[in-house]
Nanobody, 122 residues
Framework: QVQLVESGGGSVQAGGSLRLSCAAS????????MAWFRQAPGKEREGVAS??????TFYADSVKGRFTISRDTASTLSLQMNSLKPEDTAIYYC?????????????????WGQGTQVTVSS
């Protein structure tokens, strides 16, 4: 089992920045993909960014150029969010799966954090 704990959410005005962190513990595998998803009220959970064990990153079109995903350590994941927009408001989840690939669908991920709220006001 892998436990994931997010931190760093909060409220910010449009144009501001936030940094989310995710700490992984438990039986962590040497090869796994980690990702950030988000879910706004009434919407399906969507992928925001992912990073493979080799550092290969992927971003949703809606956040390209504004968000940066990184592995600070082997078991710590971050998401730097700049130029935030009201439409970025959602609960953000850290997720992980065993394997080198990072599928786009949330259904492919085995482990999830509890989520952290991000609210961007206009």
């Amino acid at each position: 089992q892998v436990q994931l704990v997010e931190s760093g959410g909060g409220s910010v005005q449009a144009g501001g920045s936030l940094r989310l962190s995710c700490a992984a513990s438990g039986h962590t595998y040497a090869t796994y993909c980690m990702a950030w998803f988000r879910q706004a009220p009434g919407k399906e959970r969507e992928g925001v960014a992912s990073i493979s064990d080799t550092g290969l990153t992927f971003y949703a079109d809606s956040v390209k150029g504004r968000f940066t995903i990184s592995r600070d350590t082997a078991s710590t994941l971050s998401l730097q969010m700049n130029s935030l927009k009201p439409e970025d408001t959602a609960i953000y989840y850290c997720a992980a799966r065993v394997g080198a690939s990072c599928p786009p669908s949330f259904r492919s991920y085995y482990y999830w954090g509890q989520g952290t709220q991000v609210t961007v006001s206009s």
